[in-house]
């Protein structure tokens, strides 16, 4: 009787320190994985989401422009109902604001994935760079399909000017940040399609915009 109470007990005991150890690490190991897939999958998304604003940021551009001598506000006076006197001042939310009546609202300003962004729903009087996840190409025209018309704002390369303006030549080294989309970007073009861009994919897309200088006003 004794013999057999021992094997019972040896039988019935729990695991011990080393299996539990086991467990746990393989438990930690399943939940780093599923994190890292779901974070990407987020990630993922949100670019989705940022295409889906400049497709129909970019559809405001061209409906503006209907309207107004098939040019950009950016490239027409105020007195014609542009914004083409603000391009030095800095104030790129006027190149938008122009545009509410087609834009309809400011949430597709503003990209998911931008840290820095204070999301409004409706322009106001108080409107501002802060809404805008996205930069703005003031030299950008329906006649050179691929220049840079907007995009995401996370540049680093070329050469900073005053008043919040990036100019990028040919032969400039310009890349994504990690600030947004984890070194990746969308760019919309000038004939209204949305580029989504590696680094190294947007270096090889500067050459081919159609002109020697992009000029972006960066919010």
């Known amino acids: ?17 080393l299996e539990i150890l086991v467990i746990v690490a393989v438990l930690a190991v399943l939940a780093v994985a599923y994190l890292a897939d779901r974070k990407k ?10 295409m889906g604003n400049l497709k129909n940021v970019g559809l405001s ?3 503006w422009a209907l ?6 506000p950016m490239s027409l006076s105020t007195n014609l109902g542009g914004t083409l006197e603000h391009v030095a001042t800095g104030e790129v939310w006027r190149h938008f604001l122009v545009m509410s009546n087609e834009l309809n609202t400011p949430v597709i300003l503003g990209c998911h994935s931008d840290p820095d962004l204070v999301r409004v729903r409706h322009f106001t009087p108080a409107f501002s760079n802060t809404h805008i996840s996205y930069f703005v190409g003031v030299d950008a025209n329906e006649t050179m ?24 030549t040919s032969n400039d080294t310009v890349r994504w940040s990690k600030r947004m989309h984890r070194h990746q970007g969308n760019v919309g073009l000038s004939d209204g399609s949305v580029q989504r861009f590696s680094s190294l994919r947007l270096q090889e897309a500067l050459p081919h915009t159609g002109t020697a200088t992009n000029r972006l006003a960066l919010p």
């Open 67 to 72: 309207d107004h001598q098939d040019a950009f």
């Open 41 to 50: 999958r987020m990630d993922r998304a949100r670019l989705i989401a940022c």
């Open 61 to 63: 551009f061209r409906q």
């Open 1 to 17: 009787m004794k013999v057999r109470n021992t094997q019972s007990r040896a039988r019935s005991r729990g695991f011990n320190r």
């Open 145 to 168: 399909p691929q220049m840079f018309l907007t995009g995401d704002r996370n540049l680093e390369g070329g050469t900073r000017l005053p008043d919040r303006m990036l100019l990028l």
